[in-house]
């Protein structure tokens, strides 16, 4: 699969959100970081915000929910226009039964790894994933530094996709840049959030197209990626 680049919005000026979604139209998805202020100690928004931008751009949004009870409020983000939902496993009660119930919605299911959670427990639900989610910094704030010791977890989760015969994506968020995106694709990532290496440039599309040439040069050099 091709590398797919997931600009962040956290990193953008909330007060001119549909001019931000605009900015990247050339971007796979638009990530949404939702913060509730318990999981993770930071507030961002919510259902309402997520309806408003995806009226106002065609570019699919990709809402991860840094929450408590997502079992509760996932299927809401479905209804609010999210073509893609992640729930963190550290949060949900019943993680399978909330894949199966976001997927029956008709979005995509996702589920997310702090960087102290091992995805070993969870090799058995992969396949009711349609992408996993690893955190390459502590999740609750944008900006900061990539944290390298999650490059073997990243590959080791390659291993574990590509044992099963999965199509399932794998997604790296947390301090992703022209820095650190090759290192990612080399270990098995194919979906990339950039926040601050997107907004923080002069022209935000630009940065996504050179980010998508970087990932996708690695991938092609890529060992798992050649056995395919």
């Not at 962040?8 to 549909?18: G, N, T, Y």
């Not at 009226?55 to 991860?64: G, I, M, Q, S």
């Not at 073997?152 to 968020?173: A, C, F, M, N, Y």
């Not at 098995?188 to 990932?215: C, I, K, M, N, W």
Request: proline share 6%; hydrophobic share 45%; aromatic share 6%.
């Amino acid at each position: 699969m091709a590398a797919q680049i997931n600009p962040s919005i956290l990193s953008a000026d909330f007060a001119r959100l549909a001019d931000e979604a605009k900015a990247v139209e050339g971007a796979d998805w638009l990530h949404v970081d939702v913060m509730d202020n318990h999981f993770v100690p930071n507030l961002t928004l919510g259902v309402p915000v997520v309806e408003s931008l995806a009226r106002a751009t065609d570019t699919p949004l990709d809402c991860h929910l840094m929450i408590e009870a997502p079992d509760r409020w996932a299927p809401q983000y479905v209804e609010a226009g999210a073509s893609s939902v992640t729930f963190h496993v550290e949060a949900a009660a019943a993680p399978v039964r909330l894949a199966r119930e976001i997927r029956a919605k008709g979005a995509r299911a996702s589920m997310a790894l702090k960087p102290a959670t091992p995805i070993e427990p969870y090799e058995d639900l992969l396949p009711e994933l349609d992408m996993l989610l690893i955190m390459t910094v502590e999740p609750g704030f944008g900006g900061q530094a990539f944290l390298d010791i999650m490059l073997p977890k990243i590959r080791r989760t390659r291993e574990l996709i590509s044992k099963h015969g999965l199509e399932l994506w794998l997604q790296v968020d947390g301090g992703v840049s022209a820095s650190t995106i090759e290192r990612c694709a080399d270990a098995g990532a194919d979906v990339f959030v950039a926040g601050s290496a997107v907004y923080g440039a002069s022209d935000p599309a630009e940065a996504v197209r050179a980010l998508r040439t970087q990932a996708e040069g690695a991938t092609a050099k890529a060992s798992w990626a050649c056995d395919h």
